[in-house]
């Protein structure tokens, strides 16, 4: 069973910074890798993910202010979260899929990691 362990995380206080890290128990060409996140009352939302042709998706939230990058050879993502807001608190979600030749299609997601910005 693949593994996503999540590390970084904490409190800070408002236009701080903090940096994820999200690293998977196989290495592999993982098609999707990259971070949602959940603040208690809302559904789970994208924040960022990075395909393995290194293109990227941001929510509108975070463009300009967070950055997602992947060590492809030890199948790791980060998140490096700079100028964060109140509304940047949430629990943070590292997210991972990979989708073979035969169309098995497989995704797994971390235990979370509870980022707390103060005002």
Known sequence: QVQLVQSGGGLVQAGGSLRLSCAASEI???NVMGWYR???GNQRELVATMGSSRYKNYADSVKGR???SRDNARSIV???MNNLKPEDTAVYYCYA?????????F???G?????TVSS
Do not use: K, M
């Not at 899929?97 to 299609?105: I, N, S, T």
């Not at 235990?111 to 980022?115: A, L, M, N």
């Open 66 to 68: 967070f950055i997602i």
């Open 107 to 109: 995704q797994y997601w």
């Open 28 to 30: 592999t060409n993982w």
């Open 78 to 80: 980060y998140l490096q």
């Open 111 to 115: 235990q979370g990691t509870q980022v």
């Open 97 to 105: 899929r990979r989708v073979y030749a035969g169309g098995e299609d």
């Open 38 to 40: 959940q603040a208690p």
